[in-house]
């Protein structure tokens, strides 16, 4: 069984509602990403799912943002 956890990100460079947009579009298409909630006034990307962590960032910082691990 496929553990399910949230994965917390630090997301730098979002300015607006469309870069949440393009950030929760990248980061629902990572494997093993169930739920996606991003907060443009924190900078914060919350993940639901068994996804890598690393993966996630990858696909954040692929898309054009600064990502990584919050805390």
């Given at each position: 069984?496929?553990?399910?956890?949230?994965?917390?990100?630090?997301?730098?460079?979002?300015?607006?509602?469309?870069?949440?947009?393009?950030?929760?579009?990248?980061?629902?298409?990572?494997?093993g990403?169930?739920a996606?909630?991003?907060?443009?006034?924190?900078?914060?990307?919350?993940?639901?799912?068994?996804?890598?962590?690393?993966?996630?960032?990858?696909?954040?910082?692929?898309?054009?943002y600064?990502?990584?691990?919050?805390?």
């Open positions: 069984m496929t553990e399910r956890r949230e994965t917390v990100l630090k997301v730098g460079g979002m300015t607006c509602e469309g870069c949440v947009r393009a950030v929760s579009r990248v980061l629902g298409k990572v494997a990403a169930e996606v909630e991003v907060d443009l006034a924190r900078g914060e990307a919350r993940v639901q799912g068994s996804a890598a962590s690393a993966a996630l960032i990858t696909a954040v910082v692929k898309a054009g600064e990502a990584r691990l919050a805390g």
